[in-house]
């Protein structure tokens, strides 16, 4: 199976909902948001986020959309910090580097944007997240906060150097 990876466009808003609310209803315990939140979004909210925050879709060649994720300034991070969000793959596509290729492209990006770092935050128990970031070059940090929506539950930070650009 080839995987594409694109940059969404503002066209694209209708398959990053639904491959956004279906990683919501797959694995809520991932995510600092929840299904209940995100189906209220209208369109116009749709297109406003992919036209905000850049978002990869990983895509098979029939175009289903295997899985995606999003890059962003987090309020309150050092400016040429680059921010990891919503990272995911469709179970029945893990564990064939498609999750490797949406964090290569958002490595990419970072560094045509003069960031020096990516950032994420990590729910605890999600260990093959953990084992992808570190196998991508990302160190855990200790740095730990609750979760926004459950502070029964923490998450860690975990921050890639990036290489200067020239």
């Given at each position: 199976?080839?995987?594409?990876?694109?940059?969404?466009?503002?066209?694209?808003?209708?398959?990053?909902?639904?491959?956004?609310?279906?990683?919501?209803?797959?694995?809520?315990?991932?995510?600092?948001?929840?299904?209940?939140r995100e189906?209220?979004?209208?369109?116009?909210?749709?297109?406003?986020?992919?036209?905000?925050?850049?978002?990869?879709?990983?895509?098979?060649?029939?175009?289903?959309?295997?899985?995606?994720?999003?890059?962003?300034?987090?309020?309150?991070?050092?400016?040429?910090?680059?921010?990891?969000?919503?990272?995911?793959?469709?179970?029945?596509?893990?564990?064939?580097?498609?999750?490797?290729?949406?964090?290569?492209?958002?490595?990419?990006?970072?560094?045509?944007?003069?960031?020096?770092?990516?950032?994420?935050?990590?729910?605890?128990?999600?260990?093959?997240?953990g084992?992808?970031?570190?196998?991508?070059?990302?160190?855990r940090?200790?740095?730990?906060?609750?979760?926004?929506?459950?502070?029964?539950?923490?998450?860690e930070?975990?921050?890639?150097?990036?290489?200067?650009?020239?």
């Amino acid at each position: 199976m080839n995987v594409q990876i694109s940059l969404a466009t503002e066209d694209d808003w209708a398959r990053v909902r639904d491959i956004r609310l279906r990683a919501l209803r797959e694995d809520a315990f991932a995510f600092g948001s929840s299904l209940e939140r995100e189906e209220r979004f209208k369109e116009k909210h749709w297109r406003m986020r992919v036209r905000t925050v850049p978002t990869w879709l990983a895509s098979a060649d029939d175009g289903t959309v295997l899985g995606l994720v999003s890059m962003l300034q987090e309020p309150g991070s050092p400016t040429d910090d680059r921010h990891v969000v919503s990272l995911w793959v469709a179970p029945e596509s893990r564990r064939r580097g498609i999750g490797w290729a949406l964090l290569d492209a958002i490595r990419q990006a970072a560094i045509a944007d003069g960031a020096r770092t990516v950032s994420l935050w990590l729910v605890d128990g999600n260990n093959a997240a953990g084992d992808l970031y570190v196998r991508a070059g990302f160190a855990r940090t200790g740095e730990r906060m609750a979760l926004p929506r459950d502070p029964d539950v923490t998450e860690e930070r975990y921050v890639l150097k990036l290489p200067r650009h020239r």
